[in-house]
T-cell receptor, first 118, second 118 residues
């Protein structure tokens, strides 16, 4: 079973509008973290936002916010006031229970390609 | 701002040849990772490294792969005999350990090395 599911291979949004990118996850661990990364066409991975499983409030970082619904196992990324520079691939990722010695690998979803239009 | 660096940015090699991909993690980070991304696909975990040993590896990381931290700054991934299917973008990432061992600290990714096997 997929640990991270991103069901939207592509999304379009008008400049200055908000957009929600979906992410659902599957884990039996109580302690985990959820991340969103942005990958522009140049290829680098840019960290956007983090949500811990025990965090009571939804994470926010500037125009990015994470709509965390623990019971539904979803961690959707909301980008407000979209800009042309937001056009990129967006990956949701999860880190599960800490492994002694510092593993803590990230498991990624398949990504959503966002295109911001004028 | 400190960043993870990777060299080369693009490596072309013949099938069967050995390649070494190099990474310089952020200087105070203690945990190191390699991921790969086949073109158009999701990012996949290869290996994590802590305290001079592998802490976790995926099924992709077979005997053809090895990692090393030859000095205090470099972190390398070696592929002994490259195959066509090794063609991918390889990302190095690093993470610091916060006081108290908090699990929420992010992994910082390097810009990647695009490996092309002919």
């Amino acid at each position: 079973a997929q640990k991270i599911t991103q069901t939207q291979p592509g999304m379009f949004v008008q400049e200055k509008e908000a957009v929600t990118l979906d992410c659902t996850y599957d884990t039996s661990d109580q302690s985990y973290g959820l991340f969103w990364y942005k990958q522009p066409s140049s290829g680098e991975m840019i960290f956007l936002i983090y949500q811990g499983s025990y965090d009571e409030q939804n994470a926010t970082e500037g125009r990015y916010s994470l709509n965390f619904q623990k019971a539904r196992k979803s961690a959707n990324l909301v980008i407000s006031a979209s800009q042309l520079g937001d056009s990129a691939m967006y990956f949701c990722a999860m880190r599960e229970r800490r492994v002694t010695g510092g593993g803590n690998k990230l498991t990624f979803g398949t990504g959503t390609q966002l295109k911001v239009e004028l | 701002e400190p960043e993870v660096t990777q060299t080369p940015s693009h490596q072309v090699t013949q099938m069967g040849q050995e390649v070494i991909l190099r990474c310089v993690p952020i200087s105070n980070h203690l945990y190191f990772y390699w991921y790969r991304q086949i073109l158009g696909q999701k990012v996949e975990f290869l290996v994590s490294f802590y305290n001079n040993e592998i802490s976790e590896k995926s099924e992709i990381f077979d005997d053809q792969f090895s990692v090393e931290r030859p000095d205090g700054s470099n972190f390398t991934l070696k592929i002994r005999s490259t195959k066509l299917e090794d063609s991918a973008m390889y990302f190095c990432a690093s993470r610091e350990r916060l006081a108290g061992g908090g699990s929420y600290n992010e992994q910082f990714f390097g810009p990647g090395t695009r490996l092309t096997v002919l």
